[in-house]
């Protein structure tokens, strides 16, 4: 095998870097840059099965024997420096409410003055390899694997609306078909213990002597040095999710056949438990229902809709080939957590199907953005793009393509001159 070729087939996870000012944010990718220890991540030093020294060239070859089958040595980082910008209007009752007016890539190093989407780093989670590497996926790490979140995003509220715009983004272009965890890893940077937050320690950073800052960037213990090795920390995080199963599995001892058994039963239990709990909430035919896309279970009706609907457009977002403020709603906000949503108890998580686990949502009692442009409060969101919308069943229509279909009961007779039904 050729070094090209062998270069070529090294994983690569990709890792935004977020901040709320580009110039701080263009900063923290110079130093990354210039750090050629936080280019790649080794998945041996990771997994924590081996303490050979890996500067040590003669243990090249017994170190990679330590790895499981499947998992590469080396995962290259790709850093994507992004600028997350917030705006506010105000509401009916003349409060002032701050949302997120976009997140947007500028460049490997963060100077473009004009952001881009960050859709197009999504479009990858669907590409495969040629018949002849039997369909594996070509990035282990589809879209985009990790988030770092700082440089300015300071509060807890400006980090849970980056993180559901992020969230968001991705369930629109997840692929179905993984059996892995490729979900996104999104952290926020945390203050060192002697301060209450991060504007106090970055305010500490600016007042420092230029030779204490670089003395400080070098050590990665407070400013721009610090957020570059908590960006890479995400990184590994992402490859150590990506390959927990084979991590796991090649430091767990062997076990009693039995054990393995009874514990498979109790992984499969929530399952069973989570199939029970949705066929316990009742859904009337004769309203308008929407079901998984995928396996076509029946989800919620329009009485699990939010009552009364939200306001459109109550501010603009402006995007490329949109006319402003006339977004349309393209998703679904239900009023309160089904039981197949196990309570919500989280502050934001995401909604799968009970029945194929397929990922049809997600919540954030802080609110998420409508398609249409108006932040809802709290929020359980559903994409239309997820769903299939089913007519009440005395219709006999469908009105999404799918297999499933009702047929008219032969008992029942429509009168033509009544709307009641003789049975």
Known sequence: MSTETAAAQIPVCRVAIVGAQRQRVARVAAIIHADESLASVDTLAISGSSSVDPSSSRNNTSRLQELPSGVPPQVTIEYLPCVATFDSYEDEK?????????????????????????????????????????????????????????????????????????????????????????????????????????????????????????????????????????????????????WRKELLADNKPETDTQDVTQNDADEAAPELVEIEEAAQHFIDPEKTRYACKRCRSVLFSTDDLEDPPHAQSLHNFGRRGQTSGQGMCQNLFIADPLPWMHGCNEMEGKLHCPKCQTKVGHYSWTGAQCSCGTWVTPAILVPVSKVDEMKPASQNIIAASGPLMFAQPPNVIVQTQSSTLDL
């Open 94 to 242: 003349g409060e002032s409410v701050r949302y997120l007016a976009k997140l947007e890539y500028h460049g490997p190093n963060g100077t473009l003055v004009n952001g881009k989407s960050l859709a197009p780093f999504f479009d990858h989670q669907h590409e495969s390899d040629d018949d002849d590497n039997n369909g594996e996926v070509q990035n282990p790490f589809p879209g985009i694997a990790g988030v770092a979140i700082g440089c300015g995003v300071d509060t807890d509220d400006d980090f849970a609306k980056v993180k559901t715009f992020l969230d968001a983004l991705s369930s629109s272009c997840i692929s179905e078909a993984t059996d892995v965890d490729v979900s996104m890893i999104i952290e926020c940077i945390q203050p060192n213990t002697e301060f209450s937050s991060m504007k106090e320690e970055n305010d500490l950073f600016r007042d420092m002597s230029d030779e204490k800052k670089r003395e400080a960037v070098k050590n990665r213990t407070i400013g721009p040095g610090k957020m570059a090795f908590f960006a890479y920390e995400v990184a590994e995080k992402a490859v150590q999710q990506r």
